[in-house]
């Protein structure tokens, strides 16, 4: 009787933990600069990284200038290859800095209004159609030199890109097309 009442005890801690935890999921981020950004968030839309946002391209074989620069050697790219990609990342770059600055300063704007206590039905509106509109514009930039790096790669690069990137086994190509 005792050990199941040591039992019961036990189970009831560790559920009142489980729904303390459940029910402050956001406790801590009050704290960030800007609430819906993580610090690595930011520096990654500062720096043009793709944060997943091509992810409709790299992960149906369209590769992205970044990783086919990284795996160069291992894919063999000819010199000329090289430079192309080496430019379109360069581009997406120039391309895709402004935007992720840009989106930071609009999600900093919403915070404020939220935090200054001004924000309206009109200004949230407003606001939510500026960040959606530069979220889309980052995302086709990054979509965008997915496409144009793949046209650059010959099939077997691209399936030796698939298979180190570790999305294909080697001889699974039965069935994958490519289309430039």
Same mark, same amino acid.
């Given at each position: 009787m005792r050990r199941l009442f040591l039992l019961a005890a036990t189970l009831l801690v560790m559920c009142d933990a489980a729904n @303390?935890?459940?029910s402050q999921p956001y406790a801590g981020l009050e704290q960030r600069p800007i609430k @819906? +950004?993580?610090h690595q968030q930011i520096d990654d839309l500062q720096t043009g990284r793709g944060m997943g946002l091509a992810l409709a391209a790299e992960l149906n074989g369209y590769p992205g200038p970044s990783h086919v620069l990284e795996l160069g050697d291992r894919l063999d790219l000819t010199p000329d290859q090289r430079i192309r990609v080496q430019g379109l990342f360069e581009a997406m770059k120039q391309e895709t800095v402004p935007l992720g600055n840009k989106l930071v300063e609009q999600e900093r704007e919403l915070d404020r209004l939220f935090s200054a206590g001004v924000v309206t039905s009109e200004s949230l509106k407003a606001t939510i159609a500026a960040i959606s509109e530069t979220q889309a514009q980052l995302r086709e930039s990054? +979509?965008?030199?997915?496409?144009?790096?793949a046209a650059l790669l010959?099939?077997?690069q691209l399936q030796q890109y698939a298979e180190l990137r570790g999305y294909q086994r080697p001889?699974?190509?039965k069935g994958h097309k490519h289309h430039h």
């Open positions: @303390a935890q459940s @819906a +950004l993580s990054h +979509l965008k030199y997915h496409l144009t790096t010959d099939q077997s001889d699974s190509s």
